[in-house]
């Protein structure tokens, strides 16, 4: 009789750890989703940022401001090579942002994009040292234009 009482006694111990266990699993799964509705995932807070760094950039305003400069200056050598230098400046720095928004097309096409990782810390260095030298041909380019 005693074994009964022992063997009730244990697998009630057990049962219940593992409703206990289970209860507190399915709790914890669905507090991560309703997180993961609410704040969004790693990856698309990732995304946010890198866009939002590509616009602090203001790489749309500084190309209209290079060809409205380009097209008030007398076409000479000095301009011509300025000119040169830029258009190739500019091409580069449209392949790279043509790159970024690919890759970030392509992720989001991808299954459970929102868990994925992503990270561009290379391309958006790239894009700012190319914007750099930007800034620098633009006030070369005003400096021309004041002689």
């Known amino acids: ?3 009964y009482v022992v063997g009730g006694t244990l697998l009630t111990y057990i049962t219940t ?18 997180s993961f509705v609410r704040h969004g995932t790693e990856s698309n807070k990732a995304i946010t940022n890198i866009r939002k760094e590509v616009a602090k950039l203001d790489i749309k305003v500084k190309l209209e401001l290079v060809k409205t400069l380009m097209d008030s200056l007398p076409v000479n050598d000095i301009t011509k090579v300025i000119e040169n230098g830029l258009i190739e400046l500019m091409y580069n720095i449209k392949t790279v942002v043509d790159w970024i928004d690919y890759e970030i ?18 391309k958006i260095e790239e894009l700012k040292n190319l914007i750099f030298i930007l800034d620098g041909r633009i006030n070369l380019l005003m400096n021309v234009g004041k002689k």
């Open 1 to 3: 009789m005693l074994h």
């Open 17 to 34: 750890n593992i409703l206990n266990s289970l209860i507190v699993s399915t709790v914890d799964t669905m507090y991560s989703g309703v």
């Open 105 to 122: 097309t392509k992720h989001n096409e991808k299954w459970f994009s929102g868990y994925r990782s992503i990270s561009f810390d290379d």
